[in-house]
C-alpha cells in the first residue's frame, strides 16, 4: 500500500512546477506525436491519443516519477510494415500484446539486465539522442522548404534568447512556456509567415474512446502480431530504462526499473484500447520537463491531460502555436542532452571507453535504430572487459630441489584458459625439468566448466610425463566446481588440495 509520504513526495510536493512543466511538455509532444503517426504511417490522432493515454497512465504506473512517456519514432518505426500490410487494426493488437510482453518482462527482471548496460554506452546513447533530436529539427529550418524564410530563423533565435535569458531574471514560469506564449501571440497578430502546428497534420476532433482491435482472435493473428510485439517492447523497454538512468543522474535521486517495466506495459494497452500506438519513455521530453522544474508524477499526469484538453477544447489555437517556437525547444533540448565533457573525455578516459561511446553514437545515428546502437555497445564492453580479465593472469614457475611450484594468480575461464595450459606447459620442456609437480592456484579463480577442464588437461599430461602433481589453495567456490566437474581430480573439501 501507498504510504502517506510517499504519495506527498511523488504527487504534491512540487504542484505548481509540475503543473507548468506538464504543460510546456504537452506542447511540445504534439508535433512529435503527428511526426512519429507519420512515421509509422496512421492518422495523426494515433500519435496524439496514445501520448495522451500513455502519460496519464504511467504517472500512476510507472517508477520513475518525472519522466515522460509518449508515442515516440523507436516504437514507430518498428510497425510500419505491419500498418502497411495489414492495417491499423493489427497496429493496435500488437501493441497490447506489446504491453503483455512487457509485463512478463517486468515478472521476470529482466530490467537486471541493465546491469550489463555500462557508462561509457549510456553516454553514447544520450549524445546519439541529442544528435538525433537536433537532426530532426532541421526539416523545419531548410531554406527551400515551403513557410520557411527568414521570419523562422528570426523566431528561433528569439525564442532561444528567452529560453536561455528569461531564467536569468526568474523562474517562476518555465521560460519555454513563455517563448511559446509569446511567440503564438506574435504570430496571431502579425499573421507571420512561419509553420504552425496545423500544417503538421490535422488535429483530431472530440475525445478518445475505448475499443477493441478489429481483427480475428486466431493463432495465425497472433503468429502476425508477436515478432513486431516482442520488438516493440524490448526497444520500448530499452529506451525507457535507459531514460530512466538519465532522468536518475540528473534529479539526483533513485527509481524502480521492475515497476518501469510493468508500468511501461500497462500504459500501452491501454493507449491501444483507445486507439493509440505503442510508445515509452521519452529523453527529450523528459528533459524538458525535468529542466522546467517537474519532478513528481503530477508533471508526467499533467503533460497527458493538458494534451487533452488542449486537443479537445483549445485545437484552433494550439494549431497556430508556431513550429520556430518549438524547434527552438527541441534544439535547447539537444545542446541540454548531450554530454559535453564527453569530448575531452576522449582523450582522457581509457581508450576502450572511448570506442565503445564512439560506437554507440555512430551506429543509432547511422541507422536511428537505438536498439542496435545500445547492442553494439554492450557487445563492445564485453569484448573489451573480457580481454581486460583476460590478460589480468599470470603464471609463475619456481625451482626448489626436486619440486616445481606453478603460482597461478588472476581469473581463469573460458577466454584464458589457453594462456593458462601454456603457462602450465610440459615440465618436461623445461631446462631444468623437476619430478615433483606443485599446482599453487591460492590466488587465482576457477569460474566455469572450461576452467576446470583446463586444469584436469594440465595435472593428465604432467602425470603422462611421469610427473607427481599436487594442486593446493583451491578457494571453496573454485573447490565444488573441480569437485563437481573434474574427472582427472576431485579438490578434497577438506584440506583444499588434490589428489586425495
Known amino acids: 500500500m501507498l504510504d502517506r509520504s510517499t504519495l506527498h513526495r ?12 506538464g504543460l510546456v511538455v504537452a506542447l511540445a509532444l504534439i508535433p512529435e506525436a503527428i511526426g512519429f503517426s507519420i512515421i509509422a504511417g496512421v492518422d495523426p490522432r494515433v500519435g496524439l491519443y496514445a501520448s495522451v493515454a500513455i502519460a496519464m497512465v504511467i504517472a500512476f504506473t510507472g517508477g520513475r516519477p518525472g519522466m515522460i512517456s509518449a508515442a515516440t519514432a523507436a516504437v514507430a518505426v518498428v510497425v510500419v510494415p505491419l500498418v502497411r500490410d495489414y492495417g491499423v487494426d493489427y497496429l493496435f493488437a500488437a501493441t497490447i500484446l506489446m504491453g503483455v510482453f512487457q509485463g512478463i518482462a517486468a515478472l521476470l527482471r529482466l530490467d537486471l539486465l541493465m546491469q550489463f548496460v555500462s557508462r561509457s554506452v549510456i553516454t553514447g546513447f544520450v549524445n546519439a539522442l541529442a544528435i538525433l533530436i537536433f537532426m530532426a529539427q532541421l526539416p523545419q529550418l531548410d531554406p527551400t522548404a515551403a513557410g520557411i524564410g527568414w521570419t523562422t530563423y528570426a523566431m528561433v533565435a528569439a525564442a532561444l534568447a528567452m529560453i536561455y535569458l528569461i531564467p536569468r531574471l526568474t523562474s517562476a514560469v518555465p521560460s519555454p512556456l513563455i517563448a511559446i506564449v509569446v511567440l503564438t ?3 496571431i497578430w502579425l499573421d507571420a509567415p512561419v509553420n504552425t502546428v496545423a500544417d503538421m497534420g490535422k488535429l483530431p476532433e472530440g475525445l478518445p474512446y475505448f475499443a477493441l482491435p478489429n481483427v480475428p482472435l486466431t493463432w495465425d493473428t497472433l503468429l502476425i502480431i508477436a515478432p513486431y510485439s516482442a ?3 524490448a526497444v ?10 538519465i532522468v536518475d543522474d540528473m534529479t539526483h535521486t533513485g527509481s524502480n526499473k521492475r515497476r ?11 493507449a491501444a484500447l483507445f486507439g493509440g500506438m505503442g510508445g515509452c519513455a521519452m529523453i527529450g521530453q523528459s528533459v524538458i520537463n525535468v529542466t522546467s522544474g517537474g519532478r513528481g508524477r503530477l508533471s508526467t499526469f499533467t503533460a497527458g491531460a493538458a494534451l487533452l484538453i488542449l486537443l479537445a477544447l483549445l485545437g484552433d489555437l494550439v494549431g497556430q502555436v508556431p513550429m520556430p517556437a518549438l524547434v527552438a525547444i527541441m534544439i535547447m533540448v539537444s545542446i541540454g542532452t548531450f554530454s559535453w565533457n564527453s569530448i575531452p573525455n576522449i582523450a582522457k578516459h581509457p581508450w576502450q571507453s572511448s570506442v565503445v561511446m564512439l560506437t554507440t553514437v555512430v551506429v543509432v545515428v547511422a541507422t536511428h535504430n537505438l536498439a542496435l546502437g545500445v547492442l553494439a555497445g554492450v557487445i563492445l564492453s ?16 619456481e625451482r626448489e630441489g626436486d619440486t616445481a611450484t606453478y603460482r597461478a ?11 593458462f595450459e601454456a603457462a602450465l606447459g610440459p615440465e618436461s620442456i623445461q631446462p631444468d625439468p623437476a619430478p615433483h609437480v606443485i599446482i599453487d592456484v591460492r590466488k587465482a579463480h576457477f569460474w566455469d566448466i572450461s576452467a576446470v577442464g583446463a586444469l584436469d588437461k594440465v595435472v593428465e599430461r604432467m602425470r603422462r610425463n611421469g610427473r607427481s602433481v599436487q594442486v593446493i589453495g583451491l578457494n571453496r567456490a573454485s573447490a565444488d566446481l573441480v569437485d563437481k566437474f573434474a574427472l582427472t581430480d576431485k579438490t578434497g573439501v577438506e584440506s583444499g588440495l588434490a589428489p586425495h
Do not use: C, P
Open 231 to 233: 520488438t516493440m517492447a
Open 260 to 270: 518501469e517495466s510493468a508500468g511501461q506495459g500497462a500504459a500501452n494497452v491501454v
Open 185 to 187: 501571440a506574435l504570430t
Open 10 to 21: 511523488d504527487w504534491f510536493s512540487n504542484i505548481r512546477a509540475d503543473l507548468l512543466a
Open 382 to 397: 564485453g569484448v573489451f572487459f573480457t580481454h581486460k580479465v583476460m590478460t589480468m593472469f599470470e603464471v609463475v614457475r
Open 409 to 419: 594468480k588472476g581469473q581463469i575461464f573460458y577466454a584464458s584458459v589457453e594462456r
Open 236 to 245: 520500448g523497454l530499452l529506451e525507457s530504462l535507459l531514460t530512466a538512468q
